[in-house]
């Protein structure tokens, strides 16, 4: 396949790199990069519309991804855009409407590379497996310091520090808000509050804790902050007959574990142990996924709606 990224900051120049192991055709449009790359980069992107590609992939800031994926569709072309769809629900439902209409539907993604991350896959596998039962609580949480986030560069000067471009902790991790949908089912109830500590010197919230309810009774409890200077994430699951803990640390290399907890504390077992040292699995797997979805369309679930519904959860959060 031939494939369109648009934007060549972190994001885009990762996808890439592993397009390009892949075997993968790729172009890109970005008005602002200088550096030199494996591959044509034009500034205008009617130059790249041009070069006739299968996939889009939309890599830019956050309040560009609305308008970008809603002319993707519109020249008819199948679209990946990182996450999230769009910085507000006006655009977010302005991107709904442009797909509904078109006839012919194109497959649209919405990055979830956390589903694809090893051990978010284990615990998914050995939740499905019934070994907790009935999970009844789930306890998500995100802690990472803005700073260490790309390295050289100066975080105060990225969309992530910055709301009118989609930036702040809320939207940026995202990804718990869609794990905690895809874990435990559709949402009834939103609870949330954001704040920003003062102690980064950024405008965008850098503090968030959300309470979901599931239409199944389960609760959904989300921790994300962009503070702590050793990176940690993890998913507890309290359920009917013990517990189930993952708990990740560092990065490149990423400690990561997962220990089922029986009746009491005295009886654990750790059930998945690894030192993750490729960051670029879970893309590659991503795509690989994106290549099945593309062969075998009528099996494709419409992520952009389930994106929505975790837009319209910092949405309400926000609104509190």
Known sequence: MKHLILGLGSIGKRHATNLLKQGEMVV?????????????????IEVGWRELPDLVWICTPTHLHAEQVITALRCDKHVFVEKP???DMESARSVMDVWVDIEDKKLVW???????????????????????????????????FLGSMRPGVDYRKTYAAHSSQGGGILLDDIHDIDLAVWFGGAVRKVKGVTTNSGRLGIQAEDFAL??????????????????????????EVIGEKGTLEWRSFGKNPERAAITWYQDNQSREQTLWQKELDDPEEMYVLQFRQICEDISRPERFPIRLREAFASLRITYEVEKE
């Open 85 to 87: 769809l769009a910085h």
């Open 28 to 44: 890109a449009v970005d008005p602002f990069v200088h550096d030199s790359f494996a591959f044509p980069v034009y500034r205008d």
């Open 210 to 235: 959300i309470v979901l309810i599931h239409e199944n009774g389960a609760l959904s409890e989300i921790h994300m902050d962009f503070l702590r200077r050793n990176k940690s994430r993890g998913i």
């Open 110 to 144: 919405v990055a979830c590379n956390m589903r694809f991350h090893p051990a978010v896959r284990e615990m998914k596998s050995l939740l499905d497996s019934g070994v907790i039962g009935e999970p009844i609580i789930y306890r998500l949480h995100f802690s990472h």
